[in-house]
């Protein structure tokens, strides 16, 4: 049968059909250990009993009602996520690129609040991905991006990423704001230093920038903290999160402290979806359990076993692992052989992960995972770095 999905994804010929906790299952039945999370979505595993039960619970009231009248869980969404982070205010979203969409507009209309009506544009870096709308792929600007699709907005600065001097270099009297992801995520798993985010926060106080970060993938426990940029101490003014927000269930939301909040008048921002009354009720369950004596503690003792077994296997295949970087479970072991081939062999052995940027595997398990998972995925990835050696040898 012909497809008729537009021609954009080039997917493996598996579907998993079935999940259970870490475990995802084909339609053959085949089980795999699920290291990839739908890329960082699935944060508390497949088929969780508390999200489940919320969803059904919420499923059986009322599905949808608009912004037009009161929705109590996302008043309480709102307030529980500004009461654990830097902000005052919460915008929910469907998705990350709208989440990012109410960023950008929101830190233009800080701006504008100020009277500072010529500062719009804003700076970006290399090698950032914030999402597909056109203003998404223009502010990270690379080629495989924004091919075909212009004339794109063009009040975005790219600079190489984490290079403060050619941010500083670039800020003028029009700059709104920079954005930056703590963690690069599409590109390879790359860490900020602390040292560019303090410099970046800095520089955003000198110059009266909104500093805006991109937690989307980084955020929601990812990283062992709630929030990325805690490992840092740097707070932003904005900030976009989705993907593991909802556990699977379309969730996005952009936070904001209160100036950037008290710019946004009634109709200035608005989504018919938005904090609907399902996304809602799966959105106040994952916090439930992302905020549960031990969880972000259990993210930090997983990472750093697994990272600890990670180095020991590129000890062992120095000719198929290069290196391994990351924060949380949020990890990528760059290999040598090209990333698809050995994401593929280690999908054949039973463990799915997603590729990135610079020839990276990334990791992205559930949150949930412990070391016994940890030590079943180290046994795959070994097993399949063993298949390309012997390819080496054979040749
Ligand atoms: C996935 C992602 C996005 C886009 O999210 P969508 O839900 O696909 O729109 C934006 N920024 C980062 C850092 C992401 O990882």
Redesign the pocket.
């Known amino acids: 049968m012909a497809n008729a999905i537009m021609p954009t994804y080039a997917p493996a010929e598996i579907a998993l059909v079935k999940g259970d906790g870490a475990y995802v299952f084909d339609e053959a039945g085949k089980r795999y250990l699920d290291f990839a999370s739908g ?2 979505v699935t944060a508390l595993g497949h088929g969780h009993p508390a999200l489940l039960d919320a969803l059904t619970a919420q499923a059986g009231k009322i599905w949808h009602t608009s912004n037009l009248y009161r929705i109590p869980d996302q008043e309480r969404l709102a307030r529980r996520l500004t009461d654990i982070s830097f902000a005052d205010y919460a915008f929910f979203t469907n ?4 989440a ?1 969409e109410c960023c950008l507009k929101v830190a233009r209309r800080l701006q504008f609040a100020r009277g500072e009506t010529e500062r719009y544009r804003m700076i970006t870096f290399s090698q950032a ?4 709308t056109l203003a ?1 792929v223009a502010a990270a600007g690379q080629e495989k991006l924004t091919h075909g699709f212009g004339p794109l907005p063009d009040w975005f600065d790219i600079v190489p990423a984490g290079d403060l001097n050619a941010v500083g270099g670039a800020i003028t009297n029009e700059t709104a704001a920079i954005m930056v ?1 703590p963690v690069q ?2 590109s390879g798993i790359k860490p900020m230093p602390t040292e560019t985010l303090k410099g970046l926060r800095r520089m955003a106080d000198d110059h009266g920038l909104a500093l805006v970060f ?1 937690e ?2 980084c955020g929601m426990g990812r990283s062992g903290k709630m929030f990325a940029y805690e490992w840092s101490g740097v707070e932003p003014d904005i900030m ?1 999160l ?2 593991g927000i909802g556990g699977g269930f379309p969730l ?1 939301a952009c936070l904001m402290n209160k100036e950037v909040g008290a710019a946004m008048t009634v109709g200035s921002h608005g989504s018919t979806y938005g904090g609907n009354p399902l996304a809602m009720a799966v959105g106040n369950a994952v916090l439930d359990e992302m905020t549960k004596d031990g969880f972000l503690a259990n993210v930090i003792d997983v990472s750093s076993y697994l990272m600890d077994r990670l180095d020991k296997l590129i000890e062992k295949h120095p000719d198929v692992l290069e290196l391994v970087r990351g924060l949380g479970l949020m990890i990528g072991l760059k290999v040598k052989p090209p990333v698809r081939d050995f994401i593929a062999a280690a999908r054949e052995e039973g463990l799915i992960t997603a590729p990135a940027g610079d020839n990276v595997m990334r990791l992205l398990p559930p949150l949930i995972i412990t070391r016994e998972h940890a030590d079943e995925a180290i046994a795959i990835i070994d097993t399949a770095c063993a298949r390309f050696t012997a390819a080496d040898a054979a040749e």
């Open positions: 890329i960082a998705s990350g690129v709208e990012i991905f914030h999402g597909r998404a992801e995520g599409e991109d989307i993938q976009a989705a993907k996005g």
